[in-house]
């Protein structure tokens, strides 16, 4: 058994060299909604079942559905309002699904990354072809319907195989969501490729403060304004990134959206000091100006593991 992967390298947050985002910002904002889709009786997975409850779940579908039937478009409605921009976490089958939401999107200039083919069908005990299948599928479908080349990988219901992150490097994928390691964006050790670690979160993710800590809306706000409060704080000397996944069937229910438009008024008050963005042009920005810096960094302290590395250029 592998002890470490050895994915990135320890590179101590203090004395990094310094990130400036575009304008000067100190720190970076985006924004995930995960637009997803839950199959009623899908295929079992001997490794992990589809659903918590035995197959058929009827409340469990019947809840995720009404985030696609209503909860996303009252999460749209409130981002128009704030002047922001989404970055999809897509179940890409939502693109025959339900194409009306794709195409909301694409109005608005959303970015879409991908999340996927269902949020039930997982990584687990894939064979290299099925999952560059997966991946493959992920690129065309979105590109036939939105017109985007996805940049950004956030694997089905988090499940991995030993593999995916050296695919995705492969297929020129820029960042992927699935390392949680950092407040900045890091390279990660692929064998071809320029990926980097996007921070995403699991701290400020609605499933995790409804669905697991069963939060109240306005411990959630605050929760929201704190993490950002501290990030912005740290921004000061070194760019930061905040990421909040949401999910529509949690944070859009009519007794939490006023809470979270409140922590999204207090994040967007703050023009002058905040890059409002995509995640692929964060992951892009820093693949530009910051890459060379980061491993160069690592390489002069010493921290620079053997093993896999760098596909787009080691220090």
Known sequence: ????????????????????????????????????????????????????????????????????????????ELLDRRGLRGSVSLNVAMCDHCPEIIDACKVRGWEFFSHGIYNTRFSYGMTEAQERAVIEDSIRTVESATGQRIRGYLAPALTHTERTLDLIAEYDFWYTCDLFQDDQPQPVKTRSGKLISMPYSLEVNDVIAYGVLAMDPWAYADVLKRHFDQLLEEGEDSGTVMCIPLHAYLVSQPHRIRAFEDAIAHITSHKDDVWFATGAEIAGHFRDHSWDSTLADISRRGLLRPGTGFGGGAA
Do not use: C
Request: proline fraction near 17%; charge should be positive; aromatic fraction near 18%.
């Open 1 to 76: 058994m592998q002890p470490d992967p050895n994915l990135y390298d320890y590179w101590p947050y203090k004395d990094r060299p310094r990130i400036v985002w575009p304008g000067g910002k100190k720190l970076a904002f985006w924004i995930a909604p995960n637009i997803e889709f839950y199959e009623f009786d899908p295929p079992t997975n001997p490794l992990r079942p589809s659903w918590p409850k035995p197959t058929p779940d009827v409340v469990g579908y019947s809840q995720r559905d009404w985030g696609n039937r209503v909860g996303h478009w009252r999460l749209m």
